[in-house]
């Protein structure tokens, strides 16, 4: 794998740099291992590749503590996501393995009795709409979070790190600024004891996290000019990793 400086296919712009700093210095600050959302989405792509690169730039005595990327898989995504998902998942940690980064990939599923279909049929739940969004606990939130608190009983603590942004919307700009805490770079998780939330993207444009996915090579090998084409051909958009709480 090559070094950052040597895959820019255009100019950086400054905030490149800002970011691969910035993880440097909460990477290195303490020994809280560092549990990182990925959908597979630009944002949650954008931020895996941060760290990947902030991680191999690091001596190697200095890659002190894990970093455990977790994909949540719903078992009903539509099969072109799915198949990104899992090749995306692989490839990342064949890499890891191959640059040996403190990288560990996991996929994480709902509980059997948390699945769409065995509710939706088999307990006669309606189908989700916006005021009723029950699959998003159950197939998301539930299994990420056990994951989650699996390592906290591991470690007594731990760092969850998010790609959510800022500019997503104007629904999430208000959820994360009402749990912004001005000066401190974690706040505490509102649900789960001894997970800090951190967010080191959320002051990026669209138009930066495009800019850095498309000029700066993929390092696990995955394709983000595919990427790109899932996005110009969706009516919609990622469905991200929800833990805001």
Not at 27 to 43: A, I
Not at 108 to 137: A, E, Q
Not at 193 to 208: C, E, F, G, R
């Amino acid at each position: 794998m090559k070094s950052t400086t040597n895959v820019i296919k255009s100019k950086p712009s400054n905030f490149i740099d800002d970011i691969v700093e910035e993880l440097k210095i909460a990477y290195l600050e303490d020994t809280r291992p560092w549990v990182v959302g990925f959908s597979g989405g630009k944002d949650s792509t954008a931020l895996a590749q941060f760290i990947y690169y902030m991680l191999f730039d690091l001596p190697l005595e200095k890659r002190h503590k894990k970093v455990f990327i977790i994909a949540s898989d719903t078992l009903v995504e539509m099969p072109s996501i799915e198949e990104r998902l899992i090749k995306e998942v692989k490839l990342m940690q064949e890499a890891a393995i191959k640059n040996n980064l403190p990288i560990e990939v996991n996929r994480v599923y709902p509980d059997l009795n948390d699945r769409f279909w065995i509710n939706l049929i088999g307990r006669g739940y309606p189908s989700p709409v916006s005021r009723f969004r029950w699959c998003t606990d159950r197939l998301k939130i539930k299994p990420t979070s056990k994951f989650i608190l699996d390592q906290v009983s591991q470690f007594g603590s731990v760092i969850i790190v998010l790609g959510s942004r800022i500019s997503e919307s104007s629904t999430r700009a208000q959820v994360m600024e009402a749990y912004r805490i001005e000066g401190q770079r974690y706040r505490p998780h509102k649900e789960l004891s001894k997970a800090w939330v951190y967010m080191p993207i959320q002051d990026l444009s669209n138009n930066q996290v495009w800019d850095y996915l498309l000029t700066v090579d993929n390092p696990w090998g995955g394709d983000n000019e595919g990427l790109a084409l899932l996005y110009k051909k969706a009516s919609g958009g990622e469905c991200p990793m929800v833990i805001y709480r």
